[in-house]
């Protein structure tokens, strides 16, 4: 029996799951398929690393470990959706709410004193941040808006808010002493294990990491953050924002970047609130509260200080209520920019603050120009290409603009995205040293206590098949492939020489291949959008997930409507279900009143793509069928306008998914390549038309009072499946295709 992995995740795409699965399980059974899940959740993910402390029955396998060897096999069929990416106070979270339901799971130790405590802390360090995708993810990326989804946006595109050529909405960056400009890259000549070390003033040396295994061709990079020209590049963003009125917003990425930025956000609060940490700094600290956690985390604990609460209480309000004012995460529950550092990711930020005209929300809910400060300068460039190309030429069009599909360097860990292990907080004043086998030192820098170092590393493999991958996709289309690669980077300009090299193993005749800095690239790929001309952006780990919510947040006015396909590199199939994050706002929607917004398109569209993977590396023909009708159903879906409105009382996720099980038994009742199946979904298509407004009347009916789910991280089974198929009549009729 063929087998298809469908993971179960977190937070929205997770509610999704206990409505969607059953119908893929019903109709992909019909061609021998079995659809098995794994838990890869935060909750799941938490209760693996601690089995010596729970029964017998709470224990659960390490599916990430398990998915991950399965990754590197031919027979991997892996639909993978959107996960956490947790920040500390989401973790910390996730452990009280196991807790409370009786799993006797650890504290999470923020400053670990004894082996047990740190043993604890590195437990919970391996489900932290992007813990999920480095381990799935032995190919590299091509990710693009289908046809179907396209054409949906030209026909009955978003909204875009105005763009006026007097905007004073902008990017800062540091542009000096930060990653971008402190980056040695080194081509490793062969085999090699290094050490990454310390030296002190004193030539004490302190081993920050051994044993790191490199292979031959292997760019291993080094680079810093000078924090004291962070802080003071911040400080200066807070008195230019003040000076041109307009709102201070942040832009990080505290979850993939879960070592560094949750450290460049700490500072941001301390450098924001300087007032007040100067006077409370250590009575805040001797609360266990720290700016890292955010402002909300702050404020939730001030009790903690006893009569002192409300005087900081009032310092914050104070510093608030001065310029500049802080763009908002949820104006009308007072949720700041700063409250919560993975409450605002740059790369799903960014665009939406340009599709909205380049406004942010203020404090009253306002709309307002943005200084949007990006402080390490490697990308943020793009942002302000596209923002400079808005005031100068309005927004862009959806009924006409082109495509920027891309193919993304990330196998392997490959780039940025695979340092977390690799980063670290400086604790003295010395040099940090990457040093090979034999003592030479391969990369030196000089760095202060408090700077943030860290190497990355990516392998000469996985950039092999980038640029096939690129090639062969250039090759598909017609369209002009860039690699967005700065030759004065030095790890672009390392990467530059492999992709001239194997560019040359393949045959471009005919094909627009090209090498351009991201911020030229950016200005070609935008002139050509508004022409209406698909470029393909080939780009390293960390563009690859900027890029593909930039332009389809753009283009289709979100970015889960993007076709994400991870072809493995050892033949295998790793289906994304797109960008978007696991979007909590829609889980709160669903607890106070019954509906969910969350559209599984990405799904829909995922799941096409893993039967066709399916069909071809096994013969399984009707596989197929199965993918192209479920092309057919999803376009439907789209077209008869069935997918999630944003408000109760119209159609939801629930829904929606009701509306693809409908069209997706029509099509395969219609269509002529396999009869038996044909006859098998003509009775389920008829009972489904038939029923259809009686269905539909039971999902609405289901809406509007609040639901108790039994966990947020951790779901009760059973309330989360009643509150997901509320409808008995289509449960029937599904169950039945089950059986």
């Known amino acids: 029996m063929s087998t298809i992995i469908y993971t179960r995740t977190d937070e929205a795409p997770l509610l999704a799951t206990y409505s969607l699965k059953p119908v893929l399980e019903a109709f992909a059974g019909t061609a021998g ?72 799971i650890p504290d999470y130790p923020e400053d670990p004193q004894t082996d047990e405590e740190r043993d604890v802390r590195a437990r919970y360090d391996k489900v932290k941040g992007s813990a999920v995708n480095p381990v799935l993810r032995e190919g590299n990326s091509d990710r693009r808006a289908p046809e179907a989804v396209k054409n949906y946006a030209r026909s009955k595109p978003h909204s875009m808010g105005a763009w006026s050529g007097d905007s004073r909405t902008r990017v800062a960056t540091m542009g000096e002493h930060d990653f971008a400009t402190n980056e040695q890259s080194v081509v490793l000549p062969a085999a090699d294990t290094l050490t990454i070390q310390h030296v002190a003033g004193d030539g004490t040396t302190t081993v920050l990491k051994d044993g790191l295994k490199v292979e031959e061709g292997e760019v291993v990079d080094a680079t810093f953050m000078d924090v004291a020209a962070l802080r003071a590049f911040l400080t200066e963003q807070y008195d230019a924002a003040a000076a041109d009125d307009v709102l201070l917003s942040l832009h990080l990425k505290a979850t993939m970047m879960k070592v560094s930025d949750p450290i460049i956000f700490g500072h941001a609060v301390e450098t924001f609130f300087a007032d007040v940490f100067a006077q409370y700094g250590e009575q805040l600290a001797a609360a266990g509260l720290s700016a890292r956690d955010g402002l909300g985390g702050i404020l939730a604990g001030l009790d903690a200080l006893g009569e002192q609460a409300e005087e900081v209480r009032g310092a914050i309000q104070a510093r608030l209520a001065e310029l500049p004012r802080l763009s908002m995460v949820n104006s009308d529950k007072g949720i700041t920019n700063l409250h919560v550092p993975s409450d605002v990711i740059v790369d799903a930020s960014m665009p939406a603050m340009i599709r909205n005209g380049g406004k942010l929300w203020g404090p009253q809910g306002e709309e307002a120009d943005t200084l949007a400060v990006i402080p390490d300068s490697s990308y943020a460039g793009i942002y302000q290409v596209v923002i400079d190309d808005c005031k100068a030429h309005g927004a862009y069009d959806p009924t006409t603009m082109g495509s920027v599909p891309n193919v993304g360097l990330m196998a392997k860990k490959a780039e940025e995205y695979g340092s977390h292990d690799k980063t670290f907080e400086i604790a003295t004043d010395g040099a940090v040293q990457v040093v090979d086998s034999s003592g030479t ?48 980077r030095a790890h672009d300009a390392n990467l530059i020489t492999k992709v001239k090299t194997y560019l040359a193993d393949h045959d471009t005749d005919g094909l627009d291949l090209r090498i351009m800095s991201p911020v030229e ?41 993007m076709l994400s396909v991870v072809p493995l590199m050892n033949g295998g199939g790793l289906f994304e279900t797109g960008a978007g994050g696991s979007a909590p706002k829609h889980v709160q929607q669903l607890q106070e009143e019954n509906y969910l917004r969350w559209d599984s398109l990405g799904e829909f569209m995922a799941i096409a793509e893993s039967l066709r993977h399916l069909a071809d590396r096994e013969g399984n023909a009707r596989a197929a069928v199965l993918g192209d009708a479920l092309d057919k159903a999803t376009e439907r879906v789209l077209t008869e306008d069935r997918s999630p409105a944003r408000r109760l009382g119209q159609i939801d996720n629930r829904g929606s998914h009701f509306y693809l099980a409908l069209y997706w038994a029509q099509a395969l009742a219609e269509q002529t390549a396999d009869a038996e199946l044909a006859a098998a979904f003509a009775p389920v298509a008829q009972e489904l038309t038939e029923k259809e407004q009686q269905i539909a009347q039971e999902l609405l009916d289901a809406q509007g009072s609040p639901v108790d789910l039994g966990g947020y991280y951790h779901p009760d089974e059973d309330k989360a499946a009643a509150a997901m198929r509320p409808s008995a009549t289509f449960n029937a009729v599904i169950d039945a295709l089950r059986a």
């Not at 820098?445 to 493999?461: F, L, N, P, S, Y």
């Not at 790929?525 to 698909?534: D, K, L, P, Q, T």
């Not at 900027?546 to 409507?561: H, M, Q, R, V």
Request: proline share 4%; charged share 25%; aromatic share 4%.
């Open 441 to 488: 030192v391969l990369m030196e820098h000089k760095v202060h206590a408090g700077d943030i170092w860290r190497a990355c590393q990516t392998k000469d493999e996985p950039v092999r098949d980038w640029v096939k991958l690129a090639v062969n996709r250039a090759r598909a289309t017609g369209d002009p492939a860039i690699f967005w690669l700065d030759e004065a």
């Open 521 to 561: 690239a950016t200005k070609v790929s935008v002139e050509r959008i508004r022409e209406g001309r698909n470029t393909i952006s080939v780009t390293g780990n960390v563009l690859r997930d900027y890029n593909t919510d930039l332009f389809p947040i753009l283009e289709l006015g979100t970015s889960a409507k």
């Open 33 to 104: 398929i079995d659809v098995q899940t794994r838990d890869i959740s935060l909750a799941g993910r938490i209760l693996a690393q601690f089995p010596e402390r729970l029964t017998e029955e709470q224990r659960v396998g390490d599916a990430l470990a398990e998915l991950g060897e399965l990754a590197t096999t031919p027979e991997a069929n892996i639909i993978k959706l959107p996960n956490i990416s947790a920040s500390v106070p989401q973790l910390r979270a996730a452990v009280a709410e196991l807790q409370a339901q009786g799993y006797a």
